[in-house]
């Protein structure tokens, strides 16, 4: 465990190098953009070390590995992202533990969100997932609502009760005209936010960037970046 403690903390000291370095390339201040580890697919003894390195947001994208290791880590100050796709019919387990959710794409589970944070007395922020991929109207492969679907997503959300409209998120795509166009890709959901901002002035989250794009989205505004491998290393089954 001591290894594995050292192994995290020589990775989370680079990722803030590149963090740092980023920000002050783009004339931004450090405290500006919020680093959330993804912990998906590592064990709770991750999760444990990483807070005791003084990490205090984590992500996870499926539900049935998650809300074990939630519960599991429970007593540590952390907020709990889910940034996988979700079904309607997980939102309930989703609320129980996730502060912020940020694979919205569609009012059915809007509607199933909102239902399942009224049950739970909680409240639940959303972001809406932006697929760059997609057409007007359509949603892509990977999730996500079509860009000219954010303005009606947001107002949706913003009406919901249980539910507090956060911000917007991408993943980089891998089709369509920004394919391999991680900058660009992120300065039009830069765009978008500033759309929905101008309905919901507070919903100013922009998560955008992984461990390969960091730089690329922090350069472009975002506020939150979602960090996986660079912190916790190639994951089980891909090495």
Same mark, same amino acid.
């Given at each position: 465990?001591?290894? !594995?403690? %050292?192994?995290?903390?020589?990775?989370?000291?680079?990722?803030?190098?590149?963090?740092?370095?980023?920000?002050?390339?783009?004339?931004?201040?450090?405290?500006?953009?919020?680093?959330?580890?993804?912990?998906?697919?590592? +064990?709770? #003894?991750?999760?444990?070390?990483?807070?005791?390195?003084?990490?205090?947001?984590?992500?996870e994208n499926r539900d049935q590995d998650a809300a074990p290791k939630a519960a599991e880590c429970a007593d540590l100050p952390l907020t709990w992202h889910f940034v996988g796709q979700l079904q309607t019919n997980k939102a309930r387990s989703v609320v129980g533990y996730a502060d912020v959710?940020? #694979?919205?794409?569609?009012?059915?589970?809007?509607?199933?969100?909102?239902?399942?944070?009224?049950?739970?007395?909680?409240?639940?922020?959303?972001?809406?997932?932006?697929?760059?991929?997609? *057409?007007?109207?359509?949603?892509? *492969?990977?999730?996500?609502?079509? &860009?000219?679907?954010?303005?009606?997503?947001?107002?949706?959300?913003?009406?919901?009760? *249980?539910?507090?409209?956060?911000?917007?998120?991408?993943?980089? +795509?891998?089709?369509?005209?920004?394919?391999?166009?991680?900058?660009? %890709?992120?300065?039009?959901?830069?765009?978008?936010? #500033?759309?929905?901002?101008? !309905?919901? &002035?507070?919903?100013?989250?922009?998560?955008?960037?992984?461990?390969?794009?960091?730089?690329?989205?922090?350069?472009?505004? %975002?506020?939150?970046?979602?960090?996986?491998?660079?912190?916790?290393?190639?994951?089980?089954?891909?090495?």
């Amino acid at each position: 465990m001591t290894d !594995r403690r %050292a192994e995290l903390a020589a990775n989370l000291g680079r990722v803030e190098e590149r963090i740092a370095t980023a920000c002050a390339a783009a004339g931004r201040k450090r405290e500006e953009v919020t680093l959330i580890v993804v912990t998906k697919t590592y +064990p709770a #003894s991750d999760v444990r070390l990483l807070a005791g390195l003084g990490v205090r947001h984590v992500a996870e994208n499926r539900d049935q590995d998650a809300a074990p290791k939630a519960a599991e880590c429970a007593d540590l100050p952390l907020t709990w992202h889910f940034v996988g796709q979700l079904q309607t019919n997980k939102a309930r387990s989703v609320v129980g533990y996730a502060d912020v959710v940020h #694979s919205v794409d569609r009012l059915k589970l809007v509607n199933a969100l909102s239902g399942a944070a009224v049950r739970a007395g909680r409240e639940l922020g959303c972001l809406i997932q932006v697929a760059l991929d997609a *057409g007007a109207g359509d949603a892509a *492969g990977r999730g996500g609502a079509a &860009p000219d679907a954010v303005p009606e997503l947001g107002d949706a959300i913003a009406a919901a009760e *249980g539910l507090r409209l956060d911000g917007v998120m991408t993943v980089a +795509p891998l089709a369509g005209p920004y394919a391999g166009r991680q900058r660009a %890709a992120f300065e039009r959901l830069v765009d978008i936010s #500033s759309g929905l901002r101008a !309905r919901h &002035p507070a919903a100013n989250m922009v998560s955008a960037g992984m461990s390969t794009d960091l730089e690329d989205a922090i350069g472009a505004g %975002a506020t939150h970046v979602r960090v996986g491998t660079a912190v916790l290393g190639v994951r089980p089954g891909l090495r």
